[in-house]
């Protein structure tokens, strides 16, 4: 089974979000989900991960920092 991670260009475009907004959210913690994972220094996430983060994140308030998106 090969597992398939969208890059910062894809969650970009799963969002809506800019590539720029994707980057600079990802290192702010608690404000993305971690990644899922990490070749050197590229993050992937599974698509789940962002579906989830995009429903939470239409529905409330940002979720505290720390908080496990999955």
Known sequence: MVV????VNEVAARTGL???TVKSYSGIPGRMP?????????????????????ERR???P?????ADWR
């Not at 398939?4 to 890059?7: A, K, Q």
């Not at 994972?37 to 995009?54: F, Q, S």
């Not at 940002?62 to 720390?66: C, K, T, V, W, Y």
């Open 62 to 66: 940002n979720m505290p920092p720390g």
């Open 58 to 60: 239409s529905s409330g």
């Open 34 to 54: 971690q990644p899922d994972a990490m070749i050197g220094r590229v993050k992937g996430w599974l698509p789940e991960t962002i579906d989830r983060w995009m």
């Open 18 to 20: 800019s590539p720029n």
């Open 4 to 7: 398939r991670y969208l890059g």
